[in-house]
């Protein structure tokens, strides 16, 4: 049985139980599951019941941050202010602000006065960053030491900070001002001799990110350097909030998400594709469609001036289709590769003309193999020289879509688009309307009229 088939089984099985008044017992039985399977449980069961069941647990506020943004607002409803509060103020800062974010003006006046003063800043601080950035990704949980602290001295603090701080894998020490000075490890701190100082064996050179960059880039300095949280800081070196490795993911998998969408020519979704509206997925996929229905019209135009070659060679019309979609396949393909890797960063528009060359010969390879294998089939429908006219703009065709397939991603980044609208959909259009040119045109030369 996997997770959802064993949350539907679950969730019944607990409506079954509440209804036979049953409710002790329920809630004995959530305590029994991990905190992500109970979420998932909750999340299918009423509002009021699973913010009834959720207040007895006794990790309440880790359950309900597992919880999708939805389903939190859905519950925020039900709560009490002064509960809701409550498990509000238990959240990471950095949840605590997403599902602000998410409430509407009058839950969050309602909220906000029912805070500590301390968190009421948090949230405001936070949400007040602009959305994609660090400083809308980072969590203001984390651990802080002094330069001139003993390492017995560091022990005691991180005692203390524990139960607040997000990780205290890595405790980052700061001065007065909070400027970022260095970094020191549990590790290096359990292993060091009580009356060793911080400043001798903390990490002075720290990786960090300004707190406007993007989140993408912050996902992926993560991921490169292999860090379990990063600094970040505001424009004056102050240390001002952490990512963790577990939301740099989530980014990561986002942004995967994002460009998977945009290489079908659909726009960014936010929510499940099953909760979409009929609305939304009409409006995230007619613009593509719409435009490229005039893109593929240059393939119409060319058909148009060459109708006395068609009417005098009707052959050619039985390997219009085949040739064509060669060619957007190959291109699709050359935009796949150069997309990802401009995306992973393995590419840069340096790298463009050194690419070029080696993509033309690549295509020119598969342009000739698949050359080979329509030129027999074309001497069996036609002659010797439909044969040829068909390897010769099969071999041009791919040729012709590998290129495109590959430098339009450089282009779009060239000109600051996202690479990945370079889209199948997109790439195939361009490639078949040139495609059609370039046989036609081809059959002209060598058939006659």
């Known amino acids: 049985m996997n997770d959802k088939d064993f949350a539907e089984s679950f969730a019944a099985k607990l409506s079954r139980a509440i209804e036979q008044q049953e409710f002790e017992q329920s809630v004995n039985q959530l305590q029994d599951l991990r905190p992500i399977d109970t979420a998932d449980v909750l999340a ?132 007065d001002a909070r400027k970022l000075l260095g970094v020191v490890s549990l590790r290096v701190l359990i292993l060091a001799a009580p009356e060793q100082m911080i400043d001798d064996i903390m990490v002075n050179s720290v990786i960090s990110c300004d707190v406007n960059d993007d989140q993408e880039d912050v996902a992926k300095t993560v991921a490169r350097y292999d860090l379990i949280a990063l600094p970040i800081t505001d424009a004056s070196g102050a240390l001002v909030g952490i990512v963790t490795h577990d939301d740099a993911m989530d980014v990561a998998s986002d942004e995967a998400t994002d460009d998977f969408h945009k290489s079908g020519g659909v726009s960014t979704m936010v929510g499940k594709l099953k909760d979409v509206s009929i609305r939304v997925l009409y409006r995230k996929r007619v613009f593509w469609l719409v435009f490229l229905v005039f893109g593929n019209l240059l393939s119409g135009l060319s ?90 703009s099969m071999m041009s065709v791919v040729m012709i879509g590998c290129v495109i397939g590959m430098s339009l991603p450089f282009v779009l980044n060239k000109l600051g688009f996202d690479p990945a609208t370079a889209s199948a959909p997109l790439i195939t259009s361009v490639c078949d309307a040139s495609g059609v040119l370039i046989y036609l045109f081809i059959a002209s030369r060598f058939l006659a009229i």
């Not at 289709?321 to 796949?336: I, K, R």
């Open 44 to 175: 299918l069961i009423e509002p009021k019941l699973a913010w009834q069941l959720l207040e007895h647990l006794p990790n309440r506020s880790t359950i309900f941050a597992y919880l999708d943004a939805d389903i939190q607002v859905a519950m925020a409803h039900e709560f009490p202010r002064a509960s809701l509060a409550k498990i509000v103020g238990e959240m990471p800062s950095d949840e605590r602000t997403d599902l602000y974010k998410h409430l509407n003006q009058a839950q969050r006046d309602a909220l906000l006065p029912a805070l500590a003063q301390a968190k009421r800043e948090d949230i405001r601080r936070l949400s007040a960053y602009e959305e994609r950035t660090a400083g809308a990704l980072m969590t203001s949980d984390y651990a802080t030491l002094a330069a001139d602290m003993t390492v017995a001295e560091a022990l005691a603090a991180l005692r203390l900070e524990a139960p607040d701080a997000e990780t205290i894998y890595h405790a980052y020490v700061i001065d």
């Open 303 to 392: 058909i148009s001036n060459f109708e006395d070659v068609i009417a005098a060679n009707l052959v050619l019309v039985f390997f219009l289709p085949l040739l064509v979609d060669s060619g957007g396949n190959a291109g699709s393909q050359s935009a796949t590769l150069m997309v990802r890797a401009l995306a992973t960063g393995d590419v840069v528009m340096r790298d463009w003309f050194s690419l070029l060359g080696r993509e033309a010969l690549v295509a020119l390879m598969l342009g000739a193999t698949m050359a080979v294998a329509i030129s027999i089939i074309g001497y069996v429908r036609g002659d010797a020289v439909v044969s040829l006219v068909l390897a010769l």
